[in-house]
């Protein structure tokens, strides 16, 4: 049975072995260490304490997960947030990005959150560690994309460039 919740941090090893992939097999992060446990506990205390952070259940094991923070810390970005998700390797294609994001996107809106973005690597040109379904994957679900930057992140011996991309979720009264 799947169930959408609320992580807290003692769900961080968990979720630290569904991010580890990302960060040893793909270009997807660009973190090149794996954060400790204790620096992963201290991440989710830190979003859950004002921005929602959900994990989607499956048969009682965690499939993914997705949360919202704050857009650089400054005031009058205060409607609008960045969402970042993964899932676990094995899950994906079974539609469990789309309930995430669903949901993460109800509790934004419902906080009066207007505005999403998702900060998304982007080959130069596709290659085992980096293809272009994340940003097929938020074209799907309302994103377009708003910029580029080039070259920026570098990984496994290769440069790959970022992308940002929005959805507008709510009315600018």
């Known amino acids: 049975m799947i169930k959408i919740r609320n ?7 968990e979720l630290l072995k569904i991010y580890e992939y990302y960060v040893f097999n793909t270009a997807i992060t660009f973190d090149l260490k794996l954060p400790s446990v204790d620096d992963f506990k201290a991440k989710i205390n830190k979003i859950i304490s004002k921005y929602p952070y959900i994990c989607l ?3 009682g094991v965690i499939k993914g997960y997705a949360y919202s923070h704050e857009f650089y810390g400054k005031e009058a970005y205060r409607f ?8 676990d390797i094995e899950s994906k294609g079974k539609g469990y990005g789309r309930l995430l994001y669903n949901e993460l996107e109800k509790r934004l ?5 207007l505005n999403l973005y ?3 690597a982007s080959p130069i040109t596709p290659d085992k560690y980096l293809n ?15 910029g ?5 992140g ?3 011996n290769t440069w790959y460039n970022m992308i940002w991309m929005e959805k507008i979720i709510g009315e600018h009264k």
Do not use: M, P, W
Not at 80 to 87: F, G, K, P, R
Not at 135 to 141: G, P
């Open 7 to 13: 992580v807290n941090a003692e769900d961080a090893a």
């Open 57 to 59: 259940v499956d048969d």
């Open 80 to 87: 609008s947030n960045e969402v970042t998700i993964y899932l």
């Open 109 to 113: 809106k419902a906080n009066g959150i």
């Open 118 to 120: 998702a900060c998304i």
């Open 132 to 146: 272009n379904n994340s940003e097929q994957f938020h074209n799907h679900l309302g994103y377009k994309r708003i």
């Open 148 to 152: 580029l930057f080039t070259k920026c």
């Open 154 to 156: 570098y990984k496994f």
